[in-house]
């Protein structure tokens, strides 16, 4: 699991590939159909040239790792744009919302930032949006009870609780045996429970920052 490599110029790109992606080439070797997770802030408001540079950076070939990612707030805002858009993130990364199994285990890949639409990177919110809800709805209606659920978002799950869909979202996850809230954003490590709303008790993991100290 990776959060917030939040790579803003060529620079960062370069730390992120010497530090962080041969560390984990490194460390996979001689390991086989290694599946992971990035949860979000891929980049940092960053010009379009430096998404060039990142995706290769993310490959399996650079870091032994087939990664899944997960937008993040600073994913939202491009440097090429004058507004808040996930074109560029689909262009280069996929789509926001989407799932797959591995054994028991259904991953959820889901968009959690809601931006207002002005240029500031800092006007955002943590939700989910009706039409998100409507998506995540129809994805569990085909999934057994009895899977394990691991729920990746960007922002952690507690942080959208005065969010208008959070208690759909919560009772949509409790119908399933087991599930997981995999998030990042917060830039430390931090495990939580939640019990609200009814249903199977969440377990929220939030993981510390990619990116550590060569945001420059």
């Not at 962080?20 to 490194?26: P, Q």
């Not at 591995?102 to 809601?114: K, Q």
């Not at 500031?120 to 009706?130: E, M, R």
């Not at 899977?147 to 959070?166: E, G, K, Q, V």
């Amino acid at each position: 699991v990776l959060a917030d490599p939040q790579t803003k110029n060529a620079n960062a790109v370069s730390y992120f590939s010497q530090y962080g992606a041969n560390d984990m080439k490194a460390y996979m070797e001689g390991k086989e159909n290694l599946y992971g997770v990035i949860l979000g802030d891929l980049l940092f408001n960053s010009e379009e040239s430096v998404w060039q540079k990142m995706k290769p950076a993310l490959n399996h070939a650079s870091t032994g790792v087939h990664f899944f990612p997960v937008i993040g707030n600073h994913d939202w805002y491009s440097g090429d744009n004058a507004v808040p858009g996930s074109e560029t993130f689909r262009k280069y990364f996929g789509p926001l919302n989407y799932s797959w199994n591995r054994g028991n285990a259904h991953i959820v890949c889901m968009n959690n930032v809601l931006p207002d639409g002005t240029a500031d990177a800092d006007n955002y919110s943590a939700g989910f949006s009706q039409e998100d809800v409507s998506w995540l709805e129809a994805d569990l209606a085909a999934v057994d009870r009895s899977a394990a659920i691991i729920f990746c978002t960007h922002i952690p799950l507690t942080t959208c609780r005065n969010d208008a869909n959070y208690a759909k979202v919560r009772t949509l996850l409790g119908q399933f045996s087991s599930v997981m809230n995999l998030a990042g954003h917060s830039h430390y490590s931090l495990y939580r429970f939640h019990t609200d709303h009814g249903g199977t008790m969440i377990r929220e993991i939030v993981h510390p920052a990619a990116c550590g100290s060569y945001q420059i």
